[in-house]
């Protein structure tokens, strides 16, 4: 059986030009996407939703040869992504602030992204959202230095949990219908406890990324 594999792209939005060329770029997206950004009424909303358009329907031409006119995006029963026509063709996508990203490949994906910021309540957040072990990780010093000797701040342990989380109940395919204290995370060990799955992070220029898929599934990173 050959080895599976999930391919995330990273790409940090070029709001000026999504600005000035906002007519002709927002006319070559998929047509749901184009009826999703004309409905929205805050013009960065627009534009963030625009970029992540576009991002997934090059992946998709590329991918399954598939032209922006004729793709056609459906939704599991809780709003789960998928091609249809190709349910071999797994992917995820996530947007955060600058950054846009998007997962695919042929093995199930949950992605998620959050801009590292300090925000006075989200350890009150923690406390009642997290497990008592993700809460004291995020808490204690013991856990400042991850296992690579790399040094991290209470908000980056936040963070890493937030997007776990996420990006596991994405891969799930539940959303909110499944309560985030309902299951344990562990992020130096890059897991989800009791479950066979491999969910790392990545910090990078004040951004968390978390990737959820099946064990032994290869992860390629491309930074666009």
């Known amino acids: 059986m050959s080895a599976k594999n999930i391919n995330v792209v990273i790409k940090k939005i070029n709001w000026q030009k999504l600005e000035e060329e906002f007519q002709s770029l927002n006319s070559k997206l998929y047509p749901a996407r184009k009826l999703g950004v004309e409905k929205l ?14 991002l997934l329907q090059d992946i998709v031409k590329n991918e399954l ?3 922006p006119e004729n793709l056609v995006i459906g939704k599991g029963e809780y709003g789960k992504p998928y091609v249809e026509g190709h349910p071999e063709f797994n992917f995820n996508i996530s947007h955060s602030g600058n950054m846009v990203v998007v997962a695919y490949g042929d093995s199930p994906v949950g ?3 959050e801009g ?3 925000r006075e309540n989200d350890l009150k957040v923690a406390k009642r959202c997290f497990m008592p072990e993700e809460y004291a990780f995020i808490t204690s010093e013991e856990f400042d230095v991850d296992l690579e000797g790399i ?5 980056e342990k936040f963070f890493m949990v ?3 989380k996420e990006a596991y109940l994405k891969y799930k395919g539940t959303g909110i219908s499944v309560s985030m204290k309902s299951f344990q995370v562990n992020p130096y060990e890059g897991v989800v406890v009791g ?8 910090i990078i220029d004040e951004y968390v990324y978390a ?5 032994n599934v290869e992860i390629n990173m491309n930074f666009q």
């Open 41 to 54: 009424k805050n013009q960065r909303a627009k534009l963030a939703s625009m970029a992540t358009g576009l």
């Open 65 to 67: 040869g598939i032209k």
């Open 111 to 113: 992605i998620d992204v």
């Open 116 to 118: 590292i910021r300090y």
């Open 151 to 155: 040094s991290h701040s209470v908000e």
């Open 162 to 164: 937030w997007t776990m």
């Open 195 to 202: 479950e066979k799955l491999s969910c790392q992070t990545l």
């Open 211 to 215: 990737v959820c898929v099946d064990e």
